[in-house]
T-cell receptor
Framework: QQPVQSPQAVILREGEDAVINCSSSKALYSVHWYRQKHGEAPVFLMILLKGGEQKGHEKISASFNEKKQQSSLYLTASQLSYSGTYFCGTETSGSRLTFGEGTQLTVNP | GAVVSQHPSRVICKSGTSVKIECRSLDFQATTMFWYRQFPKQSLMLMATSNEGSKATYEQGVEKDKFLINHASLTLSTLTVTSAHPEDSSFYIC??????????????FGDGTRLSIL
């Protein structure tokens, strides 16, 4: 089943922060986060494997609450280059991922 | 590292034509490759999972005789859209990973193929 992402879209000014949420109705083994720019391939950001695990990638970090079957992606001090559509992918079985609908992030100067 | 090459990037052809799309992992051995379809402003929909040396596993609703997948080596998987029709027009993306059994490794995506059937 497809995970639910929120919000669907967010507009920021450069330097502002944002949080993107991903929730599933099924138990999660892992959560992947990707960013896709228009007309391009998705780019891997990070994987979260354990409950409560938090990871960071430059000014982008994420948390994973295994019990709540939720993950959140945190973008701090956003840059123009952060614009794009963010997808969470939840592991269902055998390394297969089911992707959410995506969150469109726009960072303006 | 972890580069996936996908060709062609764009195909325009007549209805009834068969189209082959290649997906290659350039600097790693891809135990598993995935094929996705993406409509404009929509999510990535998994079509099939391909493991080297074995038959592909198709998702529910995906016609295996329509979308032929071959994973002949650890670096190459191909998707052939047979007798393509306008409704097959879409953006097709492959991804590759070194993991077979768990999602503890990232998927690395190709640049996608935009298929347009006239």
């Amino acid at each position: 089943q497809q995970p639910v992402q929120s919000p669907q879209a967010v507009i920021l000014r450069e330097g502002e922060d944002a949080v993107i949420n991903c929730s599933s109705s099924k138990a999660l083994y892992s959560v992947h986060w990707y960013r896709q720019k228009h007309g391009e391939a998705p780019v891997f950001l990070m994987i979260l494997l354990k409950g409560g695990e938090q990871k960071g990638h430059e000014k982008i970090s994420a948390s994973f609450n295994e019990k709540k079957q939720q993950s959140s992606l945190y973008l701090t001090a956003s840059q123009l280059s952060y614009s794009g559509t963010y997808f969470c992918g939840t592991e269902t079985s055998g390394s297969r991922l089911t992707f959410g609908e995506g969150t469109q992030l726009t960072v303006n100067p | 590292g972890a580069v996936v090459s996908q060709h062609p990037s764009r195909v325009i052809c007549k209805s009834g034509t068969s189209v082959k799309i290649e997906c290659r992992s350039l600097d790693f051995q891809a135990t598993t490759m995935f094929w996705y379809r993406q409509f404009p402003k929509q999510s990535l929909m998994l079509m099939a999972t391909s493991n080297e040396g074995s038959k592909a596993t198709y998702e529910q609703g995906v016609e295996k005789d329509k979308f032929l997948i071959n994973h002949a080596s650890l670096t190459l998987s191909t998707l052939t859209v047979t007798s393509a029709h306008p409704e097959d027009s879409s953006f097709y993306i492959c991804s590759a990973t070194t993991s077979r059994t768990t999602g503890n490794q990232p998927q690395h995506f190709g640049d996608g193929t935009r298929l347009s059937i006239l």
